[in-house]
């Protein structure tokens, strides 16, 4: 692969759940997690693959030096990283922290075109396909380097929590990510998928459904998910706020004065009911 640009400043690639737009090719960068570990792949990387090909964004923050060279893939040459994903699946079914020591069991949990990936960036040389490098690298006197980038790698793949529930809640960040972005189109859809899973539905889901509906002019929709937040947790404040607004909308206002009324023996203090409640009283008198 051919760089064609270069950093003209440190800069951060992408930060704590950024939406992904493009894919970076990357010759060196540091990775952070959450909590403040940091990684640096060495090896030209394509940053973002594996948070796109997850449809969701991630905890990691990528950061490249000035000067550091990158270019933007397009679609045909993201096929040319396709091993990258192969592997990221294939060692989340079978890495475990009992042998996180032994370079075999770790080339064991990559696909082989990622392994030869892995030490063509450190002997800088084309190879031919084997099922391990741990001889090749112990000839050419690379032994150390070529564990430490296995290594590397395998720690980036752990850094993203794949389980079911994990997989949901990223999701739910790009939902949200399009939603405060006024797509609500495109938020709607990814909520809604992200209400098919029974695991991970919490009456948040239903409100922002309801609320995509109600920017996209479907009151009926709106009102029906906002029904169906409250039917997860009567007390859900921000659902019944909204069915208020939408009764407004529908000049049932007794309906409204009904729904505020609700949030107050739920929250005596809340304000914002108290407020609406009052502007309500005093102009349907």
């Not at 990387?45 to 969701?56: A, T």
């Amino acid at each position: 692969m051919i760089f064609k640009n270069k950093f003209d400043e440190d800069k951060a690639i992408y930060s704590f759940s950024d939406r992904i737009d493009q894919i970076f090719l990357v010759n060196d960068v540091e990775v952070l997690d959450k909590d403040s570990e940091i990684l640096i792949l060495k090896q030209e990387f394509p940053i973002g693959l594996i948070e796109e090909n997850l449809g969701s964004t991630s905890r990691l923050e990528y950061r490249v030096k000035k000067g550091s060279k990158f270019n933007i893939l397009n679609d045909n040459q993201k096929e040319d990283y396709d091993h990258i994903i192969g592997s990221f699946n294939r060692f989340h079914s079978l890495y475990s922290e009992k042998y996180e020591d032994d370079p075999y069991f770790l080339e064991q949990c990559l696909l082989p075109e990622t392994i030869r990936f892995i030490f063509e960036s450190i002997c800088e040389n084309k190879v031919e396909l084997e099922e391990t490098y741990i001889f090749s690298s112990v000839k050419k006197d690379l032994y150390k380097e070529y564990v430490q980038s296995l290594k590397i790698l395998c720690r980036y793949f752990y850094l993203f929590p794949v389980s079911e529930l994990a997989f949901w809640k990223s999701r739910n960040n790009k939902a949200k990510t399009y939603f405060f972005q006024e797509k609500y189109d495109f938020a709607l859809k990814e909520f809604m998928e992200i209400s098919s899973s029974m695991e991970f539905l919490i009456p948040e889901i239903y409100n922002f459904i309801s609320k995509c509906n109600y920017y996209l002019n479907d009151l009926s929709k709106a009102s029906e998910y906002a029904l169906k937040a409250i039917d997860l947790d009567e007390k859900y404040i921000p659902a019944i706020n909204n069915l208020a607004v939408y009764s407004i909308y529908q000049k049932d206002f007794a309906g409204a004065e009904e729904y505020w009324e609700k949030i107050l023996k739920i929250d005596s203090k809340n304000a914002k009911a108290k407020k609406n409640l009052k502007i309500l009283r005093e102009n349907i008198k």
